[in-house]
């Protein structure tokens, strides 16, 4: 059972060979729910120059390919077969330049300053060895383009309690990494784990 738990986590981490073409499709299905909030949120615009972060089985890319605005999407993952798997299934994407795969690490993107409009990443944020220097990363990429649109970079406070305040009410509690749905011991709300901190997320924005 203890090798079969450290090769899941290998495979979760980093995909590599047939087991990490299955972890894929797996990601892609236990995503769909967060990356379908995470289109909505980009609300994507003609021309747009958007980055995923960590595209696993490209659910996402799927979804972004398939929206009326035709942003160009560019893409990045640090596993080999993601990127070999994601380039085969739209490469008339690719074709027409629509779509650009990257093999590359978050925190070491290969890209000049200021490239894109958004970058979006879901349920990437545990496989980051250094946190800080993706974050900066980040902040090199918007930088620019949000003073050109006139916007605020916001970027939270690395300890910031996201999953633990309730979206509904603010009482906070303990969310141990295992629990995926978030239930509040004060007001009863219930909602998806990342839902829940991505709401939060956005009420720090606005406040």
């Not at 289109?39 to 021309?47: H, I, M, R, S, Y």
């Not at 299934?89 to 958004?118: C, I, S, W, Y």
């Not at 250094?130 to 970079?153: A, H, M």
Request: a neutral charge.
């Amino acid at each position: 059972m203890k090798l079969l738990k450290a090769y899941l986590s290998r495979q979760l981490r980093h995909p590599t060979g047939y087991g990490g073409r299955l972890i894929l499709r797996l990601i892609n299905q236990e995503n769909g729910g967060m990356n379908a909030i995470a289109l909505n949120v980009l609300d994507a615009q003609p021309g747009q120059e958007i980055l995923e972060i960590g595209c696993g089985g490209g659910d996402l890319i799927n979804r972004l390919l398939k929206t009326e605005q035709l942003p160009q999407i560019t893409a990045i993952d640090a596993s080999q077969t993601a990127v070999d798997m994601v380039c085969h299934k739209f490469k008339e994407a690719m074709a027409t330049n629509r779509l650009v795969v990257h093999q590359a690490k978050a925190e070491a993107m290969p890209f000049a300053d200021n490239g894109f409009d958004a970058i979006v990443t879901v349920n990437t944020l545990y496989f980051w060895p250094d946190v800080p220097t993706v974050i900066n990363e980040f902040k090199r990429q918007l930088t620019y383009k949000c003073e050109w649109y006139g916007s605020e970079l916001v970027i939270a406070d690395r300890f910031y309690p996201s999953s633990q305040i309730c979206s509904n009410c603010g009482h906070q509690q303990k969310m141990p990494l295992h629990l995926r749905t978030y239930e509040c011991n004060e007001c009863g709300f219930t909602a998806d784990r990342d839902f829940n901190a991505a709401v939060n997320l956005e009420n720090y924005v606005n406040k």
